[in-house]
Nanobody
Framework: QVQLVESGGESVQAGDSLRLSCAAS????????VGWFRQAPGKEREFVGF????????VYADSVKGRFTITRDNTENTAYLQMNRLKPEDTAVYYC?????????????????WGQGTQVTVSS
């Protein structure tokens, strides 16, 4: 299994942009699909987006579609979540997760490895 570490979270104003990173180590990152999830205070963890191991396929939750973009650099063992036009409702702890056999990409149990999370706070 790979180990994941997220970074890049901070406090920003509505309308700002942020890029989160998910750095992997200890495994063949290029063979892992990556999902991004978030959890707001008092709410359940929710799916944000997915990128396949090759980077060819990306999927996004409706709430972030058109604002967020997921990419990956397998030579750097890192996945990215570019977040534009941030809204206060995007405030949450953001997690990246990795799994080799992911069928239902929006289900957190499909992923084997998780990072510790990074806090994103968007104020109005």
């Amino acid at each position: 299994q790979v180990q994941l570490v997220e970074s890049g979270g901070e406090s920003v104003q509505a309308g700002d942009s942020l890029r989160l990173s998910c750095a992997a180590s200890g495994g063949a990152f290029k063979s892992y699909n990556v999902g991004w999830f978030r959890q707001a205070p008092g709410k359940e963890r929710e799916f944000v987006g997915f990128i396949s191991w090759s980077g060819v396929t990306t999927v996004y939750a409706d709430s972030v579609k058109g604002r967020f973009t997921i990419t990956r650099d397998n030579t750097e063992n890192t996945a990215y979540l570019q977040m534009n036009r941030l809204k206060p409702e995007d405030t949450a702890v953001y997690y990246c997760a990795a799994g080799q056999s992911v069928l239902e990409y929006y289900k957190d149990y499909e992923y084997d490895s998780w990072g510790q999370g990074t806090q994103v706070t968007v104020s109005s």
